[in-house]
């Protein structure tokens, strides 16, 4: 049974500083990992989508990498704002199979 | 390009009562999926629609929990009688297909149950 862990639960930084989350997955047979940032009593808003195939991929001051093979996944985030206060989660695809998810890390970023 | 519609966005009900929740997926997309996420935790998938029919119900509580896609379009998850442990944010999402997709997630519904 897939499981995701991500560490850590929770992270407060000063503004302007880069920032690493991590993400591991118990099963290295996924077809695509996904990461979402979640606001406070909304939804889940998608920031980067990794197919099994790649290695990373960026958008803006994000990057996220896939290392399929230890089962693990980082999400940086480069000179960190207030406005990146959120709860980050990642998101496994087993394929034809729903996404398992994460518990998340809360980040508050420190103006 | 809409995303993801759902409704209401809060609801408060007495336990035993029902409840129903709305979602208009993306349009075009074949895939919408139901999930269940208690506070604290990741979303829990409760059911996946491939166009009307149903993917994936494993872990929906068909005992009080029923869902429908109708036309293969909308989609209403309903309650029925609802339980304290019930209480969490209903999210529903779509995808072009089953096979992965990026999903796509509406704001969801926040239940409370009393």
């Known amino acids: 049974k897939q499981e995701v862990t991500q560490i850590p639960a929770a992270l407060s930084v000063p503004e302007g500083e880069n920032l690493v989350l991590n993400c591991s997955f118990t099963?290295?047979?996924?077809?695509?990992l996904q990461w979402f940032r979640q606001d406070p009593g909304k939804g889940l808003t998608s920031l980067l989508l990794?197919?099994?195939?790649?290695r990373e991929q960026t958008s803006g001051r994000l990057n996220a990498s896939l290392d399929k093979s230890s089962g693990r996944s980082t999400l940086y985030i480069a000179a960190s704002q207030p406005g990146d206060s959120a709860t980050y989660l990642c998101?496994?695809?087993?394929?034809?199979?729903?996404?398992?998810f994460g518990k998340g890390t809360r980040l508050s970023v420190i103006a | 390009e809409a995303g993801v519609a759902q409704s209401p966005r809060y609801k408060i009900i007495e336990k035993r009562q029902s409840v129903a929740f709305w979602c208009n997926p993306i349009?075009?997309?074949?895939?919408l999926y139901w999930y269940q996420q208690i506070l604290g935790q990741g979303p829990k998938l409760l059911i996946q629609?491939?166009?009307?029919?149903?993917?994936?119900d494993s872990q929906l509580p068909k005992d009080r929990f029923s869902a429908e896609r109708l036309k293969g379009v909308d989609s209403t998850l309903k309650i029925q009688p609802a339980k304290l442990e019930d209480s969490a944010v209903y999210l529903c999402?779509?995808?072009?297909?089953?096979?992965?997709?990026?999903?796509?997630f509406g704001p969801g519904t926040r239940l409370t149950v009393l």
């Open positions: 349009s075009g997309h074949a895939t």
């Open positions: 099963d290295s047979a996924i077809y695509n």
């Open positions: 999402a779509s995808s072009l297909a089953v096979t992965g997709n990026e999903q796509f």
């Open positions: 990794i197919q099994s195939s790649q």
């Open positions: 629609f491939q166009n009307n029919g149903v993917v994936d």
């Open positions: 998101a496994v695809s087993p394929g034809n199979t729903p996404l398992v």
